[in-house]
């Protein structure tokens, strides 16, 4: 009895299997394989994409500091050098020492390079050394460096600095929305009535995507100009890095 | 499927075994370095700039 059960079983493993059970056995199998292949892909978004942008983006970032520091501020071809990035963004709020390299344009090509690009489409960025108008800027919440990922953490009255070659654009946070739809192009206009704000002014804008890990909204954070400083010779850090 | 392919590879388990790291290995690194950058801008997760519908014709 025993022994008739167990060759049974021995005769099944040897490929007696019914088609039945073979086709659901490859379904089964392929089910699995798409379940890791869209695990990796989750790994791939949130690490990977991070690795690879935040080396690009030092290397970018070096580049840029190399030619300031060949060509001093008043002898260089203009303070906003655009073909390789135009300065860093310093937000204390989303961490010490935070910096983070602003290139022209928002394509994703340019933006997966981990870089917050300034708009040029639909409403193109006025340039900080604009003498109105309203710098906008958008960068990653998640994957490709995920610059922005921290921009729940900005607050009222939070600084932000903008670095350009020879000055250093000392913004303040005064108003944010933390839900808006994706199609709200107003939010980049270079008066930003939503913010509260009615008259022409030096303003600047950050725009990720929100909540954390989707594309439904965007999130909005709104400065204006409070000062300006020159760069010095060490390129002393202004107050508000400090 | 996968028994299948166990089953065609050569040598005795410990070779298999290896192959078969290698084989998994090589599929890790098609899709990280191909198929994932392919597919992700067809998917809706990254998009973070505000703009009036044309990034969805584009």
């Not at chain 1, 913004?171 to 704000?197: F, H, M």
């Not at chain 1, 929100?210 to 400083?229: D, N």
């Not at chain 2, 996968?2 to 089953?7: D, L």
């Amino acid at each position: 009895m025993l022994l008739e059960e167990r060759n049974g079983v021995t005769t099944n493993q040897r490929g007696g299997r019914g088609p039945v059970a073979a086709t659901v056995s490859v379904i089964g199998e392929l089910l699995i394989t798409a379940g890791l292949i869209l695990a990796l892909f989750v790994v791939y978004s949130l690490w990977w994409t991070n690795v690879l942008a935040d080396r690009h983006e030092h290397k970018a970032a070096d580049k840029v500091r190399q030619q300031w520091a060949r060509s001093p501020a008043d002898t260089g071809p203009g303070s906003l050098d655009t073909k390789d990035g135009i300065g860093f963004l310093h937000v204390p709020a989303m961490g010490r020492n935070y910096q983070v390299l602003v290139k022209k344009g928002t394509s994703t090509k340019v933006l997966n390079e981990g870089v917050a690009g300034y708009y040029t489409d639909p409403v193109p960025a006025a340039l900080p050394t604009a003498k109105t108008g309203n710098f906008t800027l958008a960068a990653h919440r998640d994957g490709h460096g995920a610059k922005f990922h921290n921009i729940n953490k900005i607050h009222d009255g939070d600084p932000i600095v903008f670095e350009s070659k020879d000055t250093w654009y000392v913004y303040k946070v005064y108003k944010i929305l933390d839900q808006t739809s994706k199609y709200n192009v107003a939010v980049t206009d270079q008066i930003p009535k939503e913010s509260g704000r009615t008259k022409p002014g030096r303003y600047i804008t950050l725009t990720t995507c929100t909540p954390v890990y989707t594309s439904r909204y965007r999130y909005i954070v709104w400065g204006e100009l409070v000062r300006t400083q020159k760069v010095d010779a060490t390129r002393t850090l202004p107050a508000e890095l400090r | 499927m996968y028994g299948w392919i166990w089953r065609h590879l050569p040598g005795n388990a410990w070779v298999r075994a290896m192959i078969s790291l290698v084989l998994v290995l090589a599929v890790v690194y098609l899709l990280f370095q191909y198929i994932f950058p392919w597919a992700e801008p067809l998917l809706p997760f990254n998009e973070v700039t505000v703009d009036n519908g044309m990034a969805a014709v584009r």
